[in-house]
């Protein structure tokens, strides 16, 4: 686990909770809704200008960070980090946990 990560969430392409650890406050319906429509947004932008395959979404608030990682052909993985987290060590642990999740669940 890395100290930056704040929360996270699986979630189906389709825009339904598969599993979470988000603080008690956040609607893990919400988070799963919102992350599909934004890497379904994102991935047909990444194709119509031609940027070849989409690989992460970030987005950066004062508050911390949002990233949207692909796991597999069924699942998003939605990280939550603290605001100037260490984002390559970040990378690197959602890359190796969205590989196991896709061997899960594709």
Known sequence: MNSDVQGSSVVSVQG??????????????????????????????VEELSRGSLTRILIEGVE??????????????CTLTKPGASLGMVFLNIQSVSKKIAELLD
Request: one cysteine or more.
């Open 16 to 45: 339904l909770p598969i599993c979470s650890a988000l603080a008690r406050n956040i609607n893990d319906g919400i988070v799963s809704a919102m992350s599909a429509a934004i890497q379904s947004v994102s991935e047909r932008a």
């Open 64 to 77: 911390g960070n949002i990233i949207l990682s692909k796991a597999g052909n069924n699942a998003i993985l």
